[in-house]
């Protein structure tokens, strides 16, 4: 099993109730599709920590100006420590009964990370737990950064907040836990897969789109599945899938 801690000034996004994303009477997209079978077949946890919870002040601020002038509200350092450091010590806590070593990675949830692709959505579904911070308002204090193995990001574009990304990087992650995509070959050919690149060419691990795929009817207003696809001859089918697929 892999667990998600998500830390967040707006845990209903994740959940009704603002706790666990379990399913229950909650509202959430981590109820539905695989990632809800996933979390039900306990393949997957995930828990959404609201940051404010770690304050003591009486507005449970999260955030404050920044020194030296400059618009908007920076998050400020010591709530998100707390919340990582609450975060690590119950999952110490969870495995020390246990003979294992605690793989863990604390990312950030940011714009100006790495770009996030399916490479490294393979790399990361390795770890036992991930630590997803994500942001808001005008960004992290900077201290921040020394809290966190990597920083994240969807692309070259700005969202007002980091839940978006972490839902993206949640189900990106959990398809490649073992049991939560059905079919056990069902990620070889997926698109960007390397696994057809990697067959064919030999020299680059590059990456792909699938090839294009049809179901009923087989006559849409005139526009018609190819007729090798109703042919039966499965490998003339093969060879026409390998011939029309999508390079990158």
Known sequence: MIQFDIITIFPKI???KGGSASGGDSCCYFDYGII???????????????????TKNVHKSVDDRPYGGGPGMIL????????????????????SDKAIKLKRRVIM?????K????????RLSKYDQLILLCGRYEGFDDRVEKLVDEKISLGNFVLAGGELPAMA?????????????????ALDEETFSPA????????????????PQYTRPENFKGMKVPKILLSGNHQKIKEWREKNRKKQ
């Not at 949830?109 to 990370?113: D, I, S």
């Open 169 to 185: 990087v949640v189900e990106a992650v959990s398809r490649h836990v073992k049991g939560v995509v059905g079919h056990e070959h």
């Open 115 to 122: 770009t996030f692709d399916q490479k490294q959505a393979k």
């Open 36 to 54: 809800g079978r996933a979390i039900k077949n306990k393949l997957i946890k995930i828990n959404i920590h609201d940051l404010r919870k770690q």
């Open 109 to 113: 949830l940011a714009p100006e990370g």
């Open 76 to 95: 400020m350092v010591e709530p998100i420590y707390k919340a990582i450091s609450m975060i690590k010590r119950k999952a110490i806590k969870r495995y």
């Open 14 to 16: 994740f959940s009704a």
């Open 196 to 211: 057809y690149a990697k067959a064919t060419a030999g020299k680059k691990d590059l990456d792909y789109i699938e090839y």
